[in-house]
């Protein structure tokens, strides 16, 4: 990793907004970081602490964690020592590769997910995934040569997508893709993984109140200092217009997360394609601008802000209305908004 990009910028922010009593009377300030070189996102810290010396431990820690998680979770680089998802795709047909427990729990979370999802979320469809990135990368190089990829072509990369093919053994701790053609691609869940990971780790450390902030996964720990809730804005997919957000959620340990058509895309004859692929059409699926997850577990929220984005309203909006302590929101193309029942009650009036 090239620590020479990391762009970090630690601000004391203002007594007056962001300074606070802890529950214990300790006098509290909320200090921040940002970071441009995880997860080929922007990252950002906010967590309170007693002073600049406290904070400075626990970023050092987040720093860790979050380097430990980007090159586990990489499918593009190697890192010396680290045998990550990039490790297991070269070895797709040849050997087992042994991984830190963490893949392993990360994949086998993934798996629970494909089933409880009816396979909308599908971390083994890498080799189809690949190929629209292959056309994204030369469409944004070349937008006058911009093209999509071949339906027949992306069809003969589906056949290599069974994620039932995959073999986990926990004891062991390898992953084997026995395909030689298949390959795993984790971005769907990965950010949300790596988040609920840092949430915890910064929890045990003492961290009683912070707000995590990984691509569109955001993670609180407690509320802020002075026992307010954190107030989160959702994306509006409409970059252009003037509101930047479409509402402000509340947030105390709690999560949310956003897919949406507005973050990777490009475009050929007018026309977007985004990076949310349907495992049923192998096209980017555009009934919805964005979808967004509320809920307990930031691992959880990204799995169902993907799965969620490719199931049809009616089916997406009963599977969230089934599930415990999770909420949605879906953002149309029309800008038309539809919420599951418990989401008003987390908007900031």
């Not at 062991?172 to 971005?187: F, I, K, N, R």
């Not at 252009?240 to 897919?259: G, H, I, P, R, W």
């Not at 990777?264 to 601008?289: A, C, K, S």
């Amino acid at each position: 990793m090239n620590h020479g990009k990391k762009m970090f910028l630690l601000a004391l922010a203002s007594a007056v907004v962001l300074s606070g009593c802890s529950g214990s009377g300790q006098q509290m300030t909320a200090y921040d970081a940002q970071y441009l070189d995880y997860f080929d996102t922007v990252t950002s810290i906010t967590i309170y602490a007693k002073n600049e010396a406290e904070f400075e431990q626990y970023k050092s820690l987040a720093e860790d964690t979050m380097k430990k998680y980007h090159e586990l979770f990489d499918i593009y680089d190697n890192y010396d020592g680290v045998s990550n998802i990039k490790t297991i795709n070269d070895n797709a047909g040849i050997a087992p590769v042994t991984v830190d427990p963490e893949l392993i729990s990360l994949l086998e979370f993934s798996r629970q997910e494909y089933e409880k999802t009816g396979g909308r979320l599908n971390v083994a469809m890498g080799s189809v995934l690949s190929i629209w990135h292959e056309y994204r990368e030369a469409g944004l190089k070349d937008p006058s040569r911009a093209q999509i990829p071949d339906m027949q072509k992306l069809q003969q990369a589906a056949q290599h997508t069974d994620l039932e093919q995959v073999q986990i053994d926990p004891q062991a701790s390898t992953v084997y893709l026995p395909d030689q053609e298949m390959s795993l691609d984790v971005g769907a869940i990965a950010k949300g993984y790596a988040t609920k990971r840092l949430a915890e780790t910064l929890e045990e450390a003492g961290v009683t109140s912070a707000l995590l902030s990984l691509g569109g996964n955001v993670e609180t720990i407690g509320t802020k200092a002075d026992g307010k809730p954190w107030r989160v804005g959702v994306q509006n997919p409409d970059t252009s217009a003037a509101q930047s957000y479409l509402k402000v959620v509340n947030l105390n340990d709690s999560c949310l997360v956003t897919s949406g058509t507005y973050q990777r895309y490009y475009e050929v004859d007018g026309v977007r394609y985004h990076h949310i692929i349907n495992p049923d059409t192998l096209m980017p699926w555009n009934q919805y601008d964005s979808v967004s997850i509320l809920c307990g577990d930031s691992a959880l929220a990204d799995a169902l802000s993907t799965a969620v984005f490719n199931m049809d309203p009616e089916e997406g909006r009963a599977f969230i209305e089934a599930q415990d302590g999770v909420e949605a929101l879906w953002v149309f193309p029309d800008g038309t908004e539809m919420e599951s029942s418990g989401f008003g009650a987390y908007v900031s009036q």
